[in-house]
């Protein structure tokens, strides 16, 4: 069990790709504490965690408010104990060409993908200097923040920010031995995207940038989240680790 006694924390965790991550670190031994909108979602979450044998705690929270977020990491930290792993998880991605492309849809996308995952690290790393402690934050970014994609302008320009916001607080954090790294995955089958997945069209056309052949599935980031999570990637920091079938090695 490579994260016995760690405390992890999973934002978005109440559906999707966060609900695989965190059955993958709960299968490792974490504590696991969901976060979500949906405090519904993160409570089947961990009613799958505990079901497995594992350990978890729903949370409800707006994780785009830098109040609600401190007083989550504070309740955390009551309940639970000091957070070990964090993985910032939450995000959207609204399909809107770019000239169609509001301000709304672009502040929306910036808050949840990006405002979140600043604040959320900076509380947690934070907390972590503050007792000395070394820790790992894993960080949801996507293959639209390595190459540009049609009626995701606004999120590819956020995901790629959330890959550079990896890279410059892994610089800043390392002398705490905090590790900060990211995730990147391709098209993954989550709620978010099951009426494009289940869509022939669209299907055979995300198959056809697909090496491996198939769409992802949440468990796909489970074995990544726990190497970036854990000791075993202690020499890691400032990376991401592309998980999309091959799409973007052509
Ligand atoms: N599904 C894919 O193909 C894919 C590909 C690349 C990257 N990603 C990324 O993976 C992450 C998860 O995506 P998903 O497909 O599982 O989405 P999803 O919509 O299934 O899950 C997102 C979860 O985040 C929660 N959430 C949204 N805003 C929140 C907020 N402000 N505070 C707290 N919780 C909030 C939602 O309630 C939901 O439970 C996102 O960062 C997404 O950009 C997904």
């Known amino acids: 069990m490579r994260l016995k006694g760690k405390v992890a924390v999973v934002t978005g965790g109440g559906s999707g790709n966060g609900r695989g991550i965190s059955l993958g670190l709960a299968r490792e031994g974490a504590m696991v504490a969901v976060p979500d909108l949906n405090l519904t979602g993160a409570q089947e979450t961990c009613r799958l965690i505990r079901r497995a044998g594992g350990k978890a705690q729903a949370y409800q929270a707006d ?52 405002k ?44 790629a920010g959330v890959i550079l916001l990896t890279k410059s607080a892994a610089l800043e954090l390392a002398p705490h031995g905090i590790r900060v790294n990211a995730i990147a995955p391709g098209i993954i089958h989550t709620p978010a995207t099951h009426g494009r997945v289940t869509d022939p069209d669209r299907l055979k056309l995300y198959l056809s940038n697909i090496p491996l052949g198939r769409v992802g599935d949440p468990e796909d980031l489970a074995g990544a989240a726990v190497y970036l999570g854990s000791e075993e990637s202690s020499y890691a920091t400032g990376t991401v680790i592309t998980l999309d079938g091959g799409w973007i090695a052509q």
């Open 63 to 114: 994780v785009t408010a830098k109040d609600a977020v401190q007083a989550l990491f504070q309740q955390i930290k009551t309940e639970l104990g000091e957070v070990d792993v964090l993985v910032n998880n939450v995000g959207v991605a609204l399909f809107s060409p770019f000239l169609e492309t509001t301000e709304e849809t672009w502040q929306i996308t910036v808050d949840v993908n990006l």
């Open 116 to 159: 979140s995952t600043f604040l959320c690290t900076q509380t947690v790393a934070a907390a972590m200097i503050a007792r000395g402690h070394k820790g790992s934050i894993v960080n949801i970014a996507s293959i639209a923040g390595f190459i540009g994609m049609r009626g995701l302008a606004h999120y590819a320009a956020v995901k």
